[in-house]
């Protein structure tokens, strides 16, 4: 049973192989088919989410530093971590929601997977600028 297994998938990994290389030689400046545009699209939404993480990341080591200096006035000024965790989750839900919202202009069809994603690299860009807002020093 295992090296059955083991064939069927290595058989559907050979069938994948063309349309994975074909995915690389995309140019999305120059995207021609709606599969292109759509394949373009999420690209654009990965790099936006994979700064997205950075960003967040060094945020939250930004606001326990807060927190920290904070808490060393007052035990009742700590929270900035768990405030932007808090946040961080329902900014999450609100995205997903709208830009599921997004999609229902062509609901079915060919160009939903492109307005879901152009939406989630529009709103993690986005994201990510209030994130890196949070890490410039204020003035006083």
Request: charged share 25%.
């Amino acid at each position: 049973m295992k090296i059955r297994t083991t064939i069927i998938a290595g058989i559907l990994l050979l069938a994948a192989s063309p349309a994975l290389a074909q995915e690389d030689d995309i140019n999305c400046a120059n995207a021609m088919t709606q599969a292109d545009m759509n394949i373009c699209s999420h690209r654009d939404y990965e790099a936006a989410d994979t700064e997205l993480n950075t960003v967040y990341k060094q945020t939250v080591v930004a606001m326990r530093a807060k927190d920290k200096e904070l808490g060393d006035i007052s035990a009742d000024y700590v929270g900035a971590e768990e405030a932007l965790k808090k946040a961080q989750r329902a900014w999450i839900g609100y995205r997903d929601g709208q830009c599921e919202l997004a999609g229902f202009e062509a609901r079915g069809g060919s160009m939903e997977p492109m307005l879901v994603s152009g939406c989630l690299a529009q709103l993690t860009t986005t994201r990510t600028e209030e994130l890196k807002a949070l890490l410039e020093p204020t003035e006083n």
